[in-house]
Structures are given as structure tokens and as C-alpha cells.
């Protein structure tokens, strides 16, 4: 899954950006590679590509 999700940043718009430049995101972080975000609730969540694995989208 997580391997899904890294090579889903490379093809989605907003994300692509951000693995290429992390510190012009501050909302973002980047941490092994993948990029999390805080809900308004201050909760980390991990921000996930637009992408399709098997029969899922």
C-alpha cells in the first residue's frame, strides 16, 4: 500500500509539488517519504494521492 501511495504522488497534481519542494508547503510535511497534513482538530493525517489499486479507486 505504502508503495502505492509513493508512486502515486509522482502523477498527482498538488503532490508531485511537494515531494519536489517540501519547504514552499509548510502545511505539509514530508516524512519517509510520505506526506502528511493537521485536520483543523490539529490531527496528523496522511495525505493520499488520487490513485487506483486493483478494482478500487
Known amino acids: ?3 502505492a501511495v509513493k508512486k502515486g504522488y509522482k ?3 498538488l503532490f ?3 515531494v519536489v519542494k517540501p519547504a514552499d508547503f509548510k502545511a505539509f510535511e514530508v516524512r519517509d517519504q510520505i506526506i502528511y497534513c493537521r485536520t483543523r482538530g490539529n490531527e496528523e493525517v496522511m495525505c493520499l ?3 487506483k489499486l486493483g478494482e478500487q479507486s
Do not use: G, T, V
Request: glycine residues 0%; neutral net charge; proline residues 8%.
Open 49 to 51: 494521492p488520487d490513485l
Open 1 to 3: 500500500f505504502l508503495s
Open 16 to 18: 508531485k509539488k511537494i
Open 11 to 13: 502523477s498527482d497534481n
